[in-house]
């Protein structure tokens, strides 16, 4: 597509509950990133794919969140017994190795009540 | 990468021009300085990029002195759509890596 697709792009769940949110990257982008923003705060890095190369998941903030990205293309973050300090809204970006080449979606918002 | 430091917020008014200033002290050789945009409830894009002196185009200027370790984002003559988080990176001039962004400048634009 035309450029980085997130869905949901609200999601509301209650605690405890598991979540997966879902980025659909930008064709031919070999490099896929998640990162997470609480209200009113910078962004926070996740975890990064490149090729076939093992993710670098240095910023997963615990055991509970995981991604994966199947086929070099789609990627999905889940976040397992979900707290409501994971609030956030979640971000995908792509890009094609250079860093002007970063596109990113518009997020999917998620609420844990 | 060098760790960046920038104001955290500014206010202005339409018709003015606004520099954002950011300092990167411990900037490397094979660094450039990239600056991004962040309008509410969407995602990051990229305005500019830059190694040394000054860089324009479309959206804004560049400005980076010869000792590298600052750089100034000026957005001229500003209205109410430049209301948005400015982030100051540094990065690698190429290859894939991670952005790490900061805190980032809250820049408020007034009628």
């Known amino acids: 597509g035309a450029g980085v697709s997130q869905s949901p792009s609200n999601k509301v769940t209650e605690k405890g509950k598991d979540v997966e949110l879902r980025c659909d990257p930008i064709?031919?982008?070999?490099?896929l990133y998640w990162y997470r923003q609480s209200l009113g705060q910078g962004l926070e890095f996740l975890i990064y794919?490149?090729?076939?190369?093992?993710?670098?998941k240095s910023g997963l903030p615990s055991d509970r969140f995981s991604a994966e990205r199947t086929g070099g293309s789609v990627s999905t973050l889940t976040i397992q017994r979900t707290q409501q300090e994971d609030s956030a809204v979640y971000l995908c970006?792509?890009?094609?190795?250079?860093?002007?080449?970063?596109?990113f979606g518009s997020g999917t918002r998620l609420t844990v009540v | 990468l060098a760790k960046t430091t920038q104001p955290i917020s500014m206010d202005s008014y339409e018709g003015q021009e606004v520099n954002i200033t950011c300092s990167h002290n411990?900037?490397?050789?094979?660094?450039?300085i990239t600056w991004y945009q962040q309008f509410p409830s969407q995602g990051p894009r990229f305005i500019i990029q830059?190694?040394?002196t000054k860089v324009t185009n479309e959206v804004a200027s560049l400005f980076i002195p010869a000792d590298r370790k600052s750089s100034t984002l000026s957005l001229p003559r500003v209205s109410l759509s430049d209301t948005a988080v400015y982030y100051c990176?540094?990065?690698?001039?190429?290859?894939?890596?991670?952005?790490?962004f900061g805190t980032g400048t809250r820049l408020l634009v007034s009628p």
């Open positions: 990176l540094v990065v690698l001039n190429t290859g894939f890596q991670k952005l790490v």
């Open positions: 411990n900037i490397a050789t094979n660094d450039y």
């Open positions: 830059g190694y040394k």
């Open positions: 794919f490149q090729g076939n190369s093992a993710p670098d």
């Open positions: 064709s031919g982008h070999t490099a």
């Open positions: 970006a792509s890009s094609y190795g250079h860093p002007d080449g970063y596109t």
